[in-house]
């Protein structure tokens, strides 16, 4: 396979209470244990928002470009990831995501099409496929 894009990332501090930074320097961020999960919370980021944002994004992308392949028009297109951390019942834990598409001036058959389509080409849809429980959900 053609690699296409490499990136790297450095964890330091305290985990999910320290730094993650790209090697580039472009992602610099300080991490902190939300306060739902016993920790300080405030003004800095977590895995699972860092994640969310990823695969918000990278779905959005794919989207437009599936609609763009199809010829159809998306405008003011949306796509919110929510990621939530569980704890399975041996001590180990996993995620689940809902991706909430929102493709205004589509009739919803179409949306949903697109949606699914995207689903099949997403990287990050790919890799959590098998894996985590992904919920789609389209409004137009």
């Known amino acids: 396979m053609p ?6 990332a450095v964890s330091s ?3 999910r209470n ?28 977590n895995p699972e928002q860092l994640f969310a944002a990823g695969y918000a994004a990278c779905f959005h992308n794919g989207l437009r470009l599936i609609a ?4 159809v028009r998306v405008a003011d297109s949306t796509v919110t990831s929510t990621v939530s951390l569980l704890a399975l ?3 180990r834990f ?16 179409t949306a949903d099409e697109l949606v ?5 080409v997403c990287p ?3 890799v959590t496929r098998g894996n985590i429980e992904v919920a789609l959900k389209t409004t137009i």
């Open 68 to 71: 763009s392949e199809r010829k």
């Open 94 to 109: 996993t995620l689940a995501v809902e991706l909430h598409a929102h493709l205004p001036g589509l009739d919803q058959t």
């Open 3 to 8: 690699v296409l894009y490499t990136t790297e």
């Open 124 to 126: 990050y849809s790919n």
């Open 18 to 45: 320290g730094e993650v930074r790209s090697t580039d320097g472009v992602l610099d961020e300080l991490l902190a244990v939300p306060k739902e999960m016993g920790g300080p919370g405030g003004e800095k980021t």
């Open 116 to 120: 699914q389509a995207t689903h099949q």
């Open 13 to 15: 501090g305290d985990g």
């Open 89 to 91: 019942d041996d001590a």
